[in-house]
């Protein structure tokens, strides 16, 4: 059984950074893509980055664009979002993604605080 275990998230205050990180557990072989969304209360999940087997980077989000880096790690399984300069609107919960061939899993959330 494939699980994704998303670990990192907290409480920060505004201009804080906090590193998450997504491990899949179960899984031998390597996610085509993995991806970090973010569902604030009310509010749908968004995708927020993504990047390749590769290590190429795409951010979803233009409000993250250059305060967000996304990271992986293939030999862990291991996906990272290292987040800076962070803001209360990126309060929300975080959740990663692994695509692989038609395959799709999804970790159980971390929460994102930020607030004085």
């Known amino acids: 059984q494939v699980t994704l275990v998303e670990s990192g998230g907290g409480l920060v205050q505004p201009g804080g950074s906090l590193r998450l990180s997504c491990t899949a557990y179960?899984?031998?072989?390597?996610?085509?893509?993995m991806e970090w969304y973010r569902q604030a209360p009310g509010k749908q999940r968004d995708e927020v980055a993504r990047i390749t087997d590769d290590g190429h980077p795409y951010y979803a989000a233009d409000s993250v664009k250059g305060r967000f880096t996304i990271s992986r790690d293939n030999a862990k399984n291991t996906v990272y979002l290292q987040m800076d300069s962070l803001k209360p609107e990126d309060t929300a919960v975080y959740y990663c993604?692994?695509?692989?061939?038609?395959?799709?899993?999804w970790g159980q959330g971390t929460q994102v605080t930020v607030r004085p």
């Open positions: 993604k692994g695509a692989w061939n038609s395959y799709i899993y």
């Open positions: 179960g899984f031998s072989a390597t996610f085509h893509t």
